[in-house]
T-cell receptor
């Protein structure tokens, strides 16, 4: 079964610190992987998309990496800010035209 | 381009009633997806369209659920004879054909359904 896991479920970090969010998946034959942000009661905002042939993608303070052989992806957030507080979701396209999501990591940045 | 638009944003209905949600995708996107999300969980795939053709339906989509995309533009998701277990946020998303380049999938703000 193709599954996506995100641990921890919640994380609190003081403002200004760098942090890493983790995502693991059960099948290394992925098509791509996408990181999303979700604010309470809102829809999903796409942050980064990594193709299966890529190792990482960067956007501003965000950097996402992909290691297919180990079934892992990380989202690195530099110099965290209170506005970064949200739930971060990892989603994998296993090549079957739909995304399989993890349950997310709820991030709180403490001012 | 205003992104993926969904309405209504919130719907409260009595058990047994029918509800319909509408999704307007990003204009040039040929793929449209419906997902369902409950509290504390990640979104779960329901169905998707390539233009007007519905190509896949999840087993989560019971016979009470029907989705259409009649002209390959907007889509509707109808739930008949609603049950309390249908309470969730229904998310619509769109993208260009992901086979060719794995394009980003963009989500709307979601439609919250509460069945009382």
């Amino acid at each position: 079964k193709q599954e996506v896991t995100q641990i921890p479920a919640a994380l609190s970090v003081p403002e200004g610190e760098n942090l890493v969010l983790n995502c693991s998946f059960t099948d290394s034959a992925i098509y791509n992987l996408q990181w999303f942000r979700q604010d309470p009661g809102k829809g999903l905002t796409s942050l980064l998309l990594i193709q299966s042939s890529q190792r990482e993608q960067t956007s501003g303070r965000l950097n996402a990496s992909l290691d297919k052989s180990s079934g892992r992806s990380t989202l690195y957030i530099a110099a965290s800010q209170p506005g970064d507080s949200a739930t971060y979701l990892c989603a994998v396209n296993f090549g079957n035209e739909k995304l399989t999501f993890g349950t997310g990591t709820r991030l709180t940045i403490i001012p | 381009d205003t992104g993926v638009s969904q309405n209504p944003r919130h719907k409260i209905t009595k058990r047994g009633q029918n509800v319909t949600f509408r999704c307007d995708p990003i204009s040039e996107h040929n793929r449209l997806y419906w997902y369902r999300q409950t509290l504390g969980q990640g979104p779960e795939f329901l169905t998707y369209f390539q233009n007007e053709a519905q190509l896949e339906k999840s087993r989560l989509l019971s016979d009470r659920f029907s989705a259409e995309r009649p002209k390959g533009s907007f889509s509707t998701l109808e739930i008949q004879r609603t049950e309390q277990g249908d309470s969730a946020m229904y998310l619509c998303a769109s993208s260009l054909d992901t086979r060719t380049g794995g394009n980003t999938i963009y989500f709307g703000e979601g439609s919250w359904l509460t069945v009382v």
